[in-house]
């Protein structure tokens, strides 16, 4: 029994055992389930794909396409035929260098599962690959947006991997996680729900330019990176960072923000680029298949109530007309007026103009996910205000996941509307932006809009290649959403990032959960 | 007559007015100062106890309030929430236990004195217990959308064996006793027998168990609630208002503290009362009172 | 009996709601290629087609391949396996320890302070839940004391020390509810025991009190006390859950409810063929020890 007591108090008095290596302990926002960033569209997923894997192209800070893999690139005068050379040095985990053949395989695997990807190839011709390091891309015709698509930040980003595991059918998980990104992931420690392990790759050659949002050198300055992923409770995950127990919180809980700023040893930062809440419309069946009515709860939706309830924080969060990320180059307030001017009496009169007979709303709520968790009981309620009949459901997400995909009637297991979040590069522009996807129940996304005008409109600007031009068309694009009601979007809230005050050079662009140029001092 | 030897022990006393108090609250909690335990609004978010704000209410109106318990994370009453709480959690107690109990004696008296039930029921209750309480729970929330009905149902169901299977070992034990074999050798028939002989010797045991189920499925709902698979989170129970107030735990306990004050009064009191009314059922401690 | 078992979770989980492909693909998944994982999941076949398959496996003695994460079943419960054994282990040895002197004391000294003093606060450990206590545990042992961590497993093998430092307080937070189960039921079995005649028998024959006590009261209590004890352990798991949850063990109780949650089919089978398997040779045990306890129980 002494010896117990004494062995207590030795472990105690000298802590866990002294590793030569700098260990970055991370607590991630979520579970890591899926190791195949192309398979799934998950954020987990995606972070870990920024670990191991490298890209053709990145976003930088000013949401500037910079070249990352690509050394130089040329593109013909008639925009059909764009050739990009691969810079010197680019090897995987494995010791083969990266060919050519391995950035066509992946970018073809990619472009079967990633909307903005699908939306490319529908322009490419073919490809080729003249020499080891260049390859060449074929179009049929003209594409604005082959730069934005191969350097686009988020969901699902085009990663390169070696040409056998690219090869893997796209509806299928790799199992091979060979990559020639700034980190090796070390398999064999790899305990699903418990931890994640990524050691530092010696033999990554970064550029020489400053990181930069997912542009840029990926310097390395720790030898390992554990990413916990048991620590799912919030006040636990406070607690922890509080002691030093863990280094970094990716996301931490609204609730938590100001307590965590005022802890010593802490530091709490907003990242620059933020994310933006929805609530989404089955326009498949009554009452939101008439537009008039999607119009009218439009008009009952106050940014602010949902901000307020569901973020807190005011500095955290702003309200924001656009249904492309305000502060981002197509953000504009085209359409917007039906929800700036919302208030109890405009959307009453609206909900009675409509015709509305009454039909409830099937509302579905998520009950574990804190972070949208409140804004079904917002719109709810502002519903109810304006005089709709609301029957707010709530399940866990994965049921809500599951039942969204359903076309069927409410009576068979269907839903009306859900609320969810969007990262703003998922969301930026009218091409990537899903919510946008109006080819009726062929849709990429739930929710089903049907509108040819703006499908059209999409069209045109995937086409465009003039900066200008571009503009012009994504405001008749926002324009023509809102008066059609595809979806609400309810305001933007930044998620703050929490480290230990002795965690440097942590990238918080807000682009993606990046762990390249980060020190632990 | 003399007042019930039952009514004369101090455990009973305390228990049984607690829970005739609660009672009372919970049925007469919209006369209680409460508001619409639903309502919310988001100025009004994260008060501690006592101090005051403003609600909407679903006309548009906005009332001033003081909210003597504070309020939540989304600007809800607590107190309201409190006690409307009151009625759910009295509700899933009392309903489980009888459940559970009825269940559990039915099975565990054939388990016990019929020898060939013994062998299919137990495996069946085995096949039961075996699979975890909360797997239980969440399957049949999910299958059937949490309410009432579903979770009172779902935590009994886990219950039942755990019944079974004390009524049976005493059974077993009781069996033996010379006074069974004598009423056999009488040629009494078998439930004559398992009504007259052993159940009543089954009741302190069973008391203190059927107290400790109902104070068990108060706590499990909490639990459920929790993890997420309780009741709905626009029904106030205390384990809903617990659950939704742990992010902020260090800051504003409140949320944790009133309801679990409320949560361990109530559970105390009713194994209190258990505990009494063995004291005075027991015909064997009665001996030593 | 886990034949049973089998087939009842089997279905339970077919009938639930909840399309794990759909979980699986993600947010911005179309339905084709939801469909398309269906389909590749196995989950367009038949009811009967799917049990078949997965008990010709079961009998090889493959559990299968997670849903959601891309290992072996058998791999994620061996994985699992030692927190959760470790957390549990402990914190019955520690109830029981507590526990039976405890409530035998309360009986013997039955209507004194001691008594009242002992029931009250295992009353006290009833009624208060589990995650309230450990934020309580956690807010002033580890935030404001500083003594011990605030989450976290550490295995055996990187270190004894560590791994008890870490489980004290979840063990602490699990196992009062099973002190105060066991106390309850030791005591009240205890003083059944103790108003037997063969307890004034043997008080009349002269022997020493504690001799009376363990070898004639507690011994004739054992019946229901081992028995609490073996529902104690089933029970083990819903309080496992919660408390792996708040301190971020990686054990099985949470893989349960993760797996239910992602709708892992596969997962969810396995770990409770495996639960179900444990409780099957601990009550095999338990059933065997009455017949140590109780002369009078014949098989």
Redesign the interface.
């Known amino acids: 029994m002494r010896k ?1 007591i004494a ?2 108090a ?3 008095a000298f802590g ?2 002294h590793a030569q290596d700098k260990v970055l302990r991370v607590v991630p926002h979520s ?1 890591l ?3 195949d960033p192309i398979w ?3 954020y987990m997923s995606r972070n870990h794909g920024y670990m191991i894997y490298d890209t053709l192209f990145g976003t930088d800070e000013k949401n500037k396409i910079q070249p990352q893999m690509v050394e130089s690139w040329t593109e013909s005068p008639d925009h059909r035929l764009w050739t990009f050379k691969l810079r010197k040095g680019l090897e995987f985990h494995d010791g083969k260098p990266v060919t050519s053949e391995d950035v066509t395989a992946s970018l073809a695997r990619w472009g079967k ?1 990633d ?1 903005m990807g699908v939306a490319l190839f529908t322009f490419i011709d073919r490809m080729d690959t003249p020499a080891p390091d260049t390859f060449r891309i074929f179009l049929r015709e003209a594409c604005g947006f082959v730069l934005e698509a191969l350097g686009k930040p988020s ?1 699902s980003v085009p990663f390169i991997m070696p040409k056998r595991v690219a090869e893997t059918d796209a ?3 790799i ?1 091979d996680y060979t990559g020639s990104g700034p980190y090796v992931f070390k398999r064999d420690e790899f ?5 994640a392990v990524y050691l530092k790759n010696r033999k990554y050659v970064p550029r020489k330019e400053p990181a930069s949002g997912s542009a840029g050198g990926k310097n390395v300055y720790v030898d390992r990176v554990e990413w ?9 995950q ?3 960072l ?2 030093g ?1 863990v280094d970094v919180i990716e996301a931490i ?1 609204f ?2 923000y ?2 965590l700023s005022k802890e010593k040893g802490v530091k709490v930062v907003k990242p620059a680029v933020g994310q933006q809440y929805m609530c989404r419309f089955n326009h498949l069946l009554p009452p939101f298949d008439k537009a008039a009515v999607r119009r009218a709860a439009l008009a009952s939706f106050d940014q602010r ?1 949902f901000l ?2 569901q973020v ?1 924080v005011e500095e955290l969060y702003n309200t924001c007309p656009s249904m492309f990320t305000c502060g981002s180059p197509y953000a504009s307030t085209a359409g917007s007026e039906i929800m700036a001017k919302s208030n ?1 009496r405009n959307a009453q009169e609206l909900l009675k103009a409509s015709g509305y007979n009454g039909t409830p709303v099937v509302l579905m ?1 998520p ?2 996910l ?1 972070a949208i968790g ?1 804004l079904p ?2 719109a709810a ?1 502002l519903m ?2 304006a005089g709709f009949k609301v029957d ?8 809500l ?3 969204r ?1 359903k ?1 069927d009637p409410v009576a068979s ?1 269907g839903w009306n509307m859900f609320c ?1 979040a969007w990262v703003a590069p ?1 969301i930026w522009s009218p091409i990537n932006n ?1 919510a946008l996807d109006a080819r009726g129940d062929k ?3 739930f929710g089903w809009p049907l509108d040819d005008k703006l499908q059209d409109l999409r069209g045109k600007f995937m086409r465009e290649t003039d900066a200008a031009k571009k503009k012009k068309l994504s405001e008749e694009i926002q324009a023509e959403a809102f008066a059609n009601g595809t979806h609400a979007p309810l305001g933007e809230y930044q998620a703050p990032v929490a480290m230990r005050s002795n965690v440097t050079g942590l990238n918080t662009s807000g682009l993606a959960h990046i762990y390249w140029n980060v020190k632990k001092n | 007559m003399a007042t019930p030897r039952v009514f004369r022990n101090w455990s009973v006393r305390i228990g049984a007015s607690v829970l005739v108090l609660l009672v009372f609250v919970a049925a007469a909690a919209p006369w209680l100062g409460t508001v619409d335990p639903t309502l919310f609004d988001a100025g009004s978010r994260d008060l501690v106890p006592g101090k005051a704000g403003e609600i909407t209410t679903l006309d548009g109106e906005i009332i001033k309030h003081t909210f003597m318990m504070g309020s939540d994370s989304f600007g809800r009453d607590i107190y309201s929430r409190v006690l409307y709480g009151t009625r759910v959690s009295l509700a899933v107690g009392l309903l489980a236990a009888t459940l559970a109990l009825s269940f559990g004696i039915v099975f565990g008296l054939s388990a016990g004195y019929i020898r060939w039930m013994d062998g299919v029921l137990m495996r069946f209750m085995d096949g039961i217990m075996a699979i975890p309480a909360i797997l239980i729970a969440i399957a049949l929330v999910a299958l059937w959308r949490g309410s009432l009905a579903t979770v009172v149902v779902a935590i009994a169901i886990p219950e039942i064996p755990r019944v079974t299977r004390l009524v049976r070992s005493l059974v077993l034990s009781i069996r033996e006793e010379p006074y069974v074999e004598a009423a056999v050798s009488l040629g009494t028939p078998t439930w004559k027998i398992m009504f007259r002989h052993i159940l009543p010797n089954c009741v302190a045991p069973l008391v203190v168990q059927g107290t400790y189920i109902c104070a068990a499925a108060i706590l499990v709902e909490a639990i459920l609630s929790f993890l997420g698979v309780g009741l709905p989170p626009d029904i106030p129970t205390w384990g809903n208002i617990m659950s939704e107030g742990r992010a902020q735990f260090n800051q504003y306990p409140h949320n944790i503290f009133i309801p679990g004050a409320f949560l361990a009064a109530t559970v105390l009191a009713v194994n209190i009362l258990g505990d009494g009314l063995r004291d005075t059922l027991d015909p064997k401690m009665a001996k030593r009172v | 009996m886990l034949v049973i078992v089998a087939v009842l979770v089997f279905l339970l989980l077919r009938l639930t709601p909840g399309d794990p492909a759909a979980i699986l693909a993600g947010d911005a998944a179309s339905t084709e290629q939801i469909a398309r994982i269906r389909a590749d999941l196995g989950l367009e076949k038949p009811i009967v087609v799917q049990f078949g398959i997965w008990a010709g496996r079961l009998l090889r003695g493959d559990l299968g391949e997670s849903f959601y994460y891309k290992i072996t079943v058998a791999e994620l419960i061996s994985q699992r396996l030692e927190p959760t054994l470790s957390l549990s282990a402990l914190t019955i040895v520690f109830a029981v320890l507590v526990a039976v002197p405890l409530g035998a004391l309360a009986a013997w000294r039955f209507g004194g302070w001691l008594d009242r003093a002992l029931m009250g606060f295992s009353v006290m450990g009833f009624s208060v839940p589990g995650f309230v206590l450990a934020y309580i545990l956690i807010y002033v042992v580890s935030l404001k004391l500083g003594w011990l961590p605030v989450q976290g497993y550490r295995r055996i093998a990187d270190g004894a020390g560590p791994w008890l430092q870490h489980l004290i307080l979840p063990c602490l937070t699990l196992s009062v509810i099973f002190i105060a189960l066991i106390a309850r039921v030791t005591r009240a079995a205890v003083l059944e025991a103790l108003g037997e005649d063969y307890i004034r028998t043997a008080r009349a024959k002269g022997l020493p009190e504690v001799r009376v006590l363990v070898r004639h009261g507690l011994a004739n209590a054992a019946v229901p006390i081992v028995t609490v004890i073996g529902i104690g352990i089933a029970l083990l798991i819903g309080g496992v859950v919660v408390t792996e949850s708040v301190y971020a063990i990686p054990g099985l109780g949470r893989l349960t409810v993760d797996a239910v949650l992602a709708r892992d089919f596969p997962t969810i089978q396995g770990v409770i063929l495996f639960f179900s398997f444990l409780y099957v040779m601990v009550n095999l045990l338990i059933d065997l020890s009455y017949v140590f306890f109780d002369p009078r129980i014949r098989y």
Do not use: C, H, Y
């Not at chain 1, 305990?191 to 931890?195: A, L, M, Q, R, S």
């Not at chain 1, 916990?228 to 636990?236: P, S």
């Not at chain 1, 707010?392 to 049921?399: H, I, K, P, S, Y």
């Open positions: 117990l062995l207590l030795f472990s105690a866990v055992s579970n389930a899926i190791l799934t569209t998950a599962r909307a969901s509806f299928k998980q199992e305990k699903p729900g418990d931890k916990n992923l048991a620590l799912r409770d919030v006040q636990a406070a607690n922890a509080v002691k127990e809980a609730d938590q100001a307590s109530a307020k309830a807190g109890v709520k009950t574990d804190d409140k009981d917002v309620q109810r205000q707010l459901q709530a399940m866990d997400w994965q049921t996941v599951s039942r995909a076309k297991g969810t998922d899903a849709s990429g996304w």
